[in-house]
């Protein structure tokens, strides 16, 4: 089956403590990006990325990083993750790096940081 | 700027009354995309449409229909008949060719139909 998978989809932890959620997707899209979901701000692209190596910020990078080492893969680092950093988070791929290609969800990661 | 606004954040209509959801859109692009994503109770992000800047032909699918107007920078989302299964969060979102492949959300509108 076609999908886009996240993991944890749920994380509590605490404030300073170094997690990372992953995002896999089995289309071989080029395209991957993060976005984070808060109430009364809808999404926020978070980082991008076009292609293996290659990423890029969105409008809301600051306290992320993320890697692009494998086509599949693309996990979402939170170093010394804040309570500001508490939100739904969504990954998602598109099939070519392209501004008109429609993009698939992964199912979300709540994360929670205390 | 990018930036797109959905100035409903809550409707509730009666099952089988229409119910149309607005999109305004800013962009120095000349050629750019505009998307509806509905996100039901359950959470995930469901692509519902894409519209390109040079095709202002509306488009229809099934109860679903989309007005896109680049006079007035809109492309609304009607929906008639509707339904209990409509009811979920629907966001609307604009990339475009200057900014890559960035792609930017409206806050989301609530749609809940009572049955």
């Known amino acids: 089956e076609a999908q886009v998978t996240q993991n944890p989809r749920y994380l509590i932890t605490v404030t300073g403590k170094k997690l990372t959620v992953t995002c896999s997707q089995n289309m071989n899209h080029e395209y991957m990006s993060w976005y984070r979901q808060d109430p009364g701000l809808g999404l926020r692209q978070i980082y991008y990325s076009m292609n293996v190596e290659v990423t890029d910020k969105g409008d809301v990078p600051e306290g992320y990083k993320v890697s692009r080492k494998e086509k599949r893969n693309f996990p979402l680092i939170l170093e010394s993750p804040s309570p500001n950093q508490t939100s739904l988070y969504f990954c998602a791929s598109s099939e070519l790096a392209l501004s008109y290609n429609e993009q698939f969800f992964g199912p979300g990661t709540r994360l929670t940081v205390l | 700027a990018q930036k797109v606004t959905q100035a409903q954040t809550e409707i509730s209509v009666v099952e089988k009354e229409d119910v149309t959801l607005d999109c305004v859109y800013e962009?120095?692009?000349?050629?750019?995309?505009l998307f509806w994503y509905k996100q039901p109770p359950s959470g995930e992000l469901v692509f519902l449409i894409r519209?390109?800047?040079?095709?202002?032909q509306n488009e229809i699918s099934g109860r679903y229909s989309w007005n896109f107007q680049k006079s007035t920078s809109s492309f609304n989302f009607t929906i008639t008949a509707s339904q209990v299964v409509d009811s979920a969060v629907y966001f609307c979102?604009?990339?475009?060719?200057?900014?890559?492949?960035?792609?930017?959300f409206g806050t989301g509108t609530s749609l809940t139909v009572i049955p």
């Open positions: 979102a604009l990339s475009g060719q200057l900014t890559g492949n960035q792609f930017y």
């Open positions: 962009t120095r692009d000349t050629t750019y995309y």
């Open positions: 519209r390109n800047s040079f095709d202002e």
